[in-house]
Antibody, heavy 122, light 107 residues
Framework: EVQVVESGGGLVQPGGSLRLSCAASGFTFSSYGMSWVRQAPGKGLQWVSAVSGSGSNTYHADSVKGRFTISRDNSKNTVYLQMNSLRAEDTAIYYC???????????????WGRGTLVTVSS | EIVLTQSPATLSLSPGERATLSCRASQSVSSYLVWYQQKPGQAPRLLIYDAFNRATGIPARFSGSGSGTDFTLTISSLEPEDFAVYYCQHRSSWPLAFGGGTKVEIK
């Protein structure tokens, strides 16, 4: 089955760290870029980070630059989001999403996970 | 940084009616404009990519048009399952961005 499944969310104090994981199956993982998109409670979608299929290129939104790091392990078909210096405004459902085309800049998302909730609160 | 503005924020229509949703970019995104549908408690679903290409399995009642800065998603005849929130997204340059969404609700 073609799917991506997120894990690693939870409650963390402001200033803390968390690492999200996204396990992929059913497609040639290393051929596709992957991304994280978040949605604060009751709000719209916000793009967070993206990584190319090889892992050599990464991109981050300004709001998380310097605090979040996206990476991938193609041997494990998994993409990660390391989140440091967390703030209350980082509270959201974090979705993992697969890029729509292989071997290129096809940065639209045709496969989404169910998301994992990150709550930053003391 | 490109900003996407969607209008209206809410569209109140009846089943069978035509829905027209707008997405305007703060600068040209060429044809690199994408549309998603999101229902409560669910992940977004890809509808249209690169302005007018329907994603796999998307019914023909959904169509996209536009280029440059002005784009439209049209639902020709609303089905009960189409009442949802719709987002546009550009992939023209970094950072990627989504619009604020349009909620299509039952009148």
């Amino acid at each position: 089955e073609v799917q991506v499944v997120e894990s690693g969310g939870g409650l963390v104090q402001p200033g803390g760290s968390l690492r999200l994981s996204c396990a992929a199956s059913g497609f040639t993982f290393s051929s596709y870029g992957m991304s994280w998109v978040r949605q604060a409670p009751g709000k719209g979608l916000q793009w967070v980070s993206a990584v190319s299929g090889s892992g050599s290129n990464t991109y981050h939104a300004d709001s998380v630059k310097g605090r979040f790091t996206i990476s991938r392990d193609n041997s494990k078909n998994t993409v990660y989001l390391q989140m440091n210096s967390l703030r209350a405004e980082d509270t959201a459902i974090y979705y993992c999403a697969k890029a729509g085309g292989a071997y290129g800049d096809f940065w639209y998302f045709d496969l989404w996970g169910r998301g994992t909730l990150v709550t930053v609160s003391s | 940084e490109i900003v996407l503005t969607q209008s209206p924020a809410t569209l109140s229509l009846s089943p069978g009616e035509r829905a027209t949703l707008s997405c305007r970019a703060s600068q040209s995104v060429s044809s690199y404009l994408v549309w998603y549908q999101q229902k409560p408690g669910q992940a977004p679903r890809l509808l249209i990519y690169d302005a007018f290409n329907r994603a796999t399995g998307i019914p023909a009642r959904f169509s996209g048009s536009g280029s440059g800065t002005d784009f439209t998603l049209t639902i020709s005849s609303l089905e009960p399952e189409d009442f949802a929130v719709y987002y546009c997204q550009h992939r023209s340059s970094w950072p990627l961005a989504f619009g604020g969404g349009t909620k299509v609700e039952i009148k």
